[in-house]
């Protein structure tokens, strides 16, 4: 079916029971956005000098990249691999990616205690922090995902340029304007999807780099030499469940029918994405002799226990059944465990296994930080909502396109 598929936009309403929901939570997030910004950090957070960071860098950061990773690991798969069929996800995984990013950037502004000095990395450059690296990769990346959006904008609003009253005189100028980007944008585009996937695997593993600098303030099970490498195996094994997880939540949000054959093969390419992933995590583990941590039951080692087994081990056996990927349910919950489990992952490393020497008392968040958080995430589905529903993004059955047994089954 998906050879037939056509993005357009989806004719839905946007108001409904879920969404009304949705947008509570995103006004709550932004109250307490707004106090932080009003009467400072440390007036709606947690934080203090032994714990400078919390869940806003953990999840809205750390996990939000993570779970990104959709789009560069799809672009790879349907451009630079030049895999057809699976061209029907790749625009939901760029939406998804492009709004993560523009999320994760959002997020680093507002835990920057001073958060009107975001701008600095831009002209004060530090070629020896992995901080740095980090911040212009995001800014480079987010920006060449905004212009691989682009081809969809022109697609939407060319040959429709219907400009209201006095500006209708230039309806004719902006459409030929349009027309020369979406030219120019298709001559160019390998070079920034080639860009994206590159400056992906950058960044991805750097993150890991950041809390190798925290050295003996880590717990053992999470601190070890090739983190960088483990957070760029875990970004790449969350690409494709990234990917059925939106893309199966789209379908029953939307009415539409899932593309299960197409999500299918996507899951038996996890199988050994996670293979991989779980091997160097245990390799690692027995190599460091760090095993020795699990002997006595702490948060730290059942938080670790919780994230390999839930979050790797049982997905894994879940992909590599024949059943899991012919079933939406099953497919779903196996793509779900492995998105909590990296998502936990960054928690783990980013909260839970952060213990400063001096600390006074163990860090938990606010509500207040618990309250953006869970705001971003409404925000997040909502533009996406709107985005779907006014642009070519998701794939429809085209049935200009389809044969006439096809067409007559479905008519």
Known sequence: MSHYMR????????????????????????AWLAGRFLFGIGAVTNLNNQYPWGIWIGIDVAAGVALAAGGFTTAALGHVMHREAYHVVVRPALLTAMLGYTMVAVGVSIDIGRYYYIWHPLIMWNGSSALFEVGMCVMIYMTVLYIEFLPIVTERFIGRVNLPGPLAGLNAPVDRLLRLLDRTLDRTMFVFIIMGVVLSTLHQSSLGTL?????????????????????????????FPMVIFESL?????????????VLGRLGRMVV????????????????????????????ESVMYVVEILFGIVVPLRMFMTRSVQKSPLLLFVAAALVVGGVLLNRINNFVVAYTPPYATEAYFPSIGEISVTVGFIAILVLLYRVIVLNFPVIGLPDRTLMPASKYSVRG
């Open 211 to 239: 809390m190798i600098i925290a050295g003996p303030k880590m717990h053992p099970l999470w601190q070890t030499p090739i983190l960088p490498l483990l957070f760029l195996l875990s970004a790449v094994a969350v690409g």
């Open 7 to 30: 993005p357009q936009p989806l004719d839905r309403k946007f108001l409904t029971p879920g969404v009304i929901v949705l947008l509570l939570l995103a006004a709550n997030g932004l």
């Open 272 to 299: 050994p994405l996670l293979g991989i992933y779980l091997a160097f995590k245990l390799g690692d583990l027995f190599i460091r002799e760090a095993f020795v941590h699990l002997k006595t039951v702490t948060v």
């Open 249 to 261: 939540i789209a379908s029953r949000s939307f009415g539409l029918k899932p593309e299960m054959p």
